[in-house]
């Protein structure tokens, strides 16, 4: 996969704290920076979908379905 480079600015105690995780864990600093990017897009991405889906329904005339009617059996099938 292709990559590109992202310059940021990290304040002190937050550098050293990267620095000490790469250094214990043999990883890179970017590595664990692109780990992190990744799980905040992965959350945000989440919650928009969800948000948007809420939107969506309350603009719409379905009624919602109380959660003691759900049949949890067949969620699965």
């Not at 704290?17 to 780990?35: I, Q, V």
């Not at 919602?64 to 759900?70: G, Q, R, T």
């Amino acid at each position: 996969m292709a990559t590109k480079q992202l310059n940021i600015r990290l304040d002190e105690k937050l550098d050293q704290r990267l620095e000490a995780l790469a250094a214990r864990t043999g990883r890179s600093k970017a590595f664990y920076a692109s780990e992190a990017i990744e799980a905040f897009l992965d959350d945000w991405e989440d919650y928009y979908l969800a948000k948007d889906a809420l939107t969506e329904f309350r603009d719409s005339d379905e009624t919602a379905i109380d959660v003691e009617d759900v049949d949890w059996n067949k969620l699965g099938a």
